[in-house]
């Protein structure tokens, strides 16, 4: 059952919408991913479901809740962390701990929580001399204080190191597991294809796409490339007229070819035809990053117009985007 | 910006946090104000120390250097007090809140059942009380180290003090609604604290200004303040001119500070 929903939503800074018709739904237990670039209006987006920002138009509902006209209520259900937000520098984290506690007239246990975080090592610390991964921490631990059942995480991983970032990832894994919703802003391809269950790309305020990480892979123009250095020049006609391929590039002899597996099948077939060897030869899938390069510039190109939003699930329709073969 | 903040709507939603919770953040509150020594210098320890030195000019304590036989130390206890409350006001305040608002507490705050006004509520009471505190320690410091007599129309002067106090910190919350950055509020705070302390009598007490200075400083409201504490010092009520020029400050400025507080 959904448990935010997201209906046409607008949100205009003078003449430059920053959400521009948005949908979508977020199931209960999921991690739902909003990717795009920065400047996306992806905060934006979840401000309005944190009822920070109130709508030019469409709805918004959070449980049922509208985020703004009952705004009290839904701080008990929804747990925020927000993007470029600080505590009082010489607070430590044992009192930042009790004083969002003492906000809820229910709250969790801050001193197990602050024990599952890696905090209980750090309670005599201040704010202001924390770093960048205990800040996070200490946020994280602000957000569930309130036992939500939904957390935003805006940004969470931005400027952590890659240590950092994976214990990050690890915690909103086992937040999930505990049952709680998280909706994730990010801009990092790696983190949502990681965690994601469903991600919705977002681009210049509108959602460009909206599929599990592995249906945006196989649904975008390139899910698989192949490359290799043929033992002698093929024929570029011939490269040209292969299937399902977006694009050739020779690279000093070296062939790169996105495409699908039907252009891998006729890659293998014209090789053999012709005698050629194949020298290096990979295939791999494409990576999130390139179905958002795709989504994001295909988007980028038609806004002037109108960028239909290819929402749906369509996860099901390729599952299989062929296991990595070295050769 | 100004439209995009959330608007506090307090009758369509059931209030969900507790009077503890207000009670922990001004707990909070309180322990982060013990730790600007700072600020509790200048607003608790600074006026009293003016005072002191003054006091121990001789000439400062022979009778009859000023108009009405008063010495000059009995002139300067009220200019002590009155500088506790525009420094906790005016140059304390300010900075703290803009700050607040800048680096996203009062939006960190947002998220939760309590609402982020708790803070800005905190942070005006423990500044006002550390400015009641500070005038405290100058009338006793003055009554005992150099025998200045206590206000003699204890009610009057309460009054008169509370309405200053208020003076002071809405014309603090003026000054944080009109700055966006926690520099602009310090910039804007000198601007308007060293006029305010003239006013005050800081250099020159009011009572020993020129007749015509006298009826301009009147008419802010530390002018008003100092000559309605000097009276009600003295043994009468203070005038209701002085004390409805500084509750006509006190309204103006509050106004504007509403007018203009921007939550982000």
Redesign the interface.
């Known amino acids: 059952m959904a448990i935010i929903e997201v209906e046409g939503l607008r949100k205009t800074y003078g003449d430059k919408p920053a959400a521009d018709g948005v949908t979508f739904t977020v199931e209960e237990g999921e991690i739902f991913g909003i990717l795009g670039p920065n400047g996306a209006g992806k905060t934006t987006i979840v401000e309005c479901v944190e009822g920070l920002r109130i709508p030019d138009a469409g709805t918004v509902r959070v449980a049922g809740l509208d985020p703004v006209a009952d705004h009290d209520r839904l701080t008990l259900l929804l747990g925020a962390q927000l993007q470029e937000s600080e505590l009082q520098a010489k607070l430590t984290v044992r009192e930042a701990l009790r004083l969002y506690a003492a906000c809820y007239p229910d709250p969790a246990d801050w001193r197990s929580l602050a024990e599952r975080l890696g905090l209980d090592g750090s309670l005599e610390t201040r704010f202001g001399k924390l770093s960048g991964g205990q800040k996070q921490r200490l946020f994280v631990a602000l957000a569930l204080l309130g036992n939500p059942r939904v957390v935003v995480l805006d940004e969470l991983t931005t400027g952590l190191d890659p240590r950092a970032r994976r214990d990050a990832w690890q915690l909103i894994e086992e937040v999930r597991d505990s049952g709680v919703t998280v909706l994730l802003v990010t801009h990092f391809m790696e983190e949502a294809q990681r965690l994601c269950d469903r991600v919705a790309v977002i681009d210049a305020g509108r959602v460009a796409a909206l599929d599990t990480p592995a249906g945006l892979v196989s649904a975008s123009t390139t899910s698989t490339v192949i490359s290799f250095t043929p033992s002698r020049a093929l024929d570029e006609t011939e490269l040209e007229a292969l299937p399902e391929a977006a694009s050739v590039e020779n690279n000093d002899g070296r062939l790169v070819i996105n495409g699908t597996d039907e252009t891998v099948d006729a890659v293998l077939s014209m090789l053999a035809r012709h005698r050629v060897t194949a020298r290096q030869l990979r295939i791999t899938d494409a990576t999130l990053d390139d179905a958002y390069l795709d989504l994001t510039s295909a988007s980028a190109s038609t806004t002037a117009t109108s960028a239909p939003a290819t929402t749906g699930a369509s996860s099901s329709s390729s599952a299989s985007a062929s296991a990595s073969t070295g050769a | 910006m100004s439209?995009?903040a959330?608007?506090h709507?307090s009758t369509?939603?059931?209030?969900?946090?507790?009077p503890?919770?207000h009670l922990?953040?001004l707990k909070?509150e309180a322990?982060?104000f013990g730790?600007?020594p700072g600020s509790i210098f200048w607003i608790v320890v600074f006026p009293t120390a003016l005072l002191s030195i003054l006091g121990l000019i001789p000439s400062f304590r022979e009778p009859g250097a000023v108009p009405g036989g008063q010495r000059v130390i009995d002139l300067y206890v009220p200019v002590a007090v009155l500088l506790a409350l525009i420094t906790a006001g005016i140059q304390a305040l300010p900075p703290v809140l803009t700050g607040?608002r800048e680096?996203?507490?009062l939006?960190?705050?947002?998220?939760?059942?309590?609402r982020p006004a708790a803070l800005l509520a905190a942070q005006i009471v423990l500044n006002g009380a550390a400015a009641l505190g500070s005038a405290v320690l100058a009338l006793t410091v003055g009554r005992i180290a150099f025998g200045v007599r206590l206000p003699e129309q204890p009610a009057g002067y309460v009054l008169a003090l509370l309405l200053s106090m208020l003076s002071a910190l809405a014309l603090g919350a003026v000054i944080t609604a009109l700055s966006r950055t926690t520099k602009t509020a310090g910039v804007i705070g000198s601007l308007v604290y060293f006029p305010m302390m003239f006013c005050a009598g800081v250099w020159l007490p009011v009572q020993a200004m020129p007749q015509l200075l006298r009826d301009i400083v009147e008419l802010t409201p530390f002018g008003a303040a100092s000559q309605a504490l000097a009276q009600a010092t003295a043994g009468s009520w203070p005038s209701w001119s002085y004390l409805g020029v500084m509750a006509l400050w006190t309204a103006c400025t509050t106004g504007a500070a509403a007018r203009w507080f921007r939550w982000e």
Request: charged share 20%; glycine share 6%.
């Open positions: 439209a995009t959330r608007t709507n369509t939603a059931p209030a969900t946090s507790t503890g919770a922990a953040v909070a322990r982060l730790r600007e607040y680096r996203g507490v939006r960190r705050m947002s998220t939760t059942p309590v």
